[in-house]
């Protein structure tokens, strides 16, 4: 019942925002490609531009599924680091271990992804990480542990299963599939991340 909900409100918040959060949300938004509620199909009125900022943010925060709280402190870094902040903000939330063991294959969707991490089923160049959220340098080894690669999940990870509807492994990663490890070999670049985001309107969203 509980997954049938996640699953529900998965969707939901997919046609809201326009974009596929899960493979499942994926097949809903193919069926139903226009927002939730019986006014759905209705011709909405122009957004303004705070609106259209503010769905760009959510749409960003809802491909990671953090809190609003972690995608303040996200943007506060970006702004101070070298480069273009919307950029700098997508590269840093790429570099948090659920969203490289998603990207590797290990989970079908980025609940699955921080639901073994939080489990403790995911080290880190050997040590257990029980953050989602941890930061992920370059040349680390993102790998399962040995007692959980026996896991039914993870056995139909490591076979491939998720492939089919998971972006292309991105070429910051090397990863071996079959051994559920996966190493980040450099910092991620915004136009190699697979979200669907303006991050422009995100920092003026920010930045208002």
Known sequence: MANNTRARRQARLSRSLGIALTPKAAKYLERRPYGPGEHGRARKKQ????????????????QYGIREAQMTRAFEEA???????GENLVEILESRLDALVLRAGFARTTAQAR???????????????DRPSFRVAEGQLIHVHPRSQTMVPLQLAAAGAHRDVLPAVPA??????ESLQAR????????EVPVTCEEQLVVEFYSR
């Open 172 to 177: 910051y990663l090397d990863v071996k599939l």
């Open 47 to 62: 957004d303004s531009d705070y609106a259209v900022r503010l769905r760009e943010k959510q749409r960003l925060r809802a």
């Open 79 to 85: 702004k101070h680091t070298k480069g273009m902040t």
């Open 184 to 191: 980040l070999v450099r910092r991620p670049k915004r136009v």
């Open 115 to 129: 639901q073994l991490v939080v489990h403790r089923h995911i080290m880190v160049d050997g040590a257990r990480v």
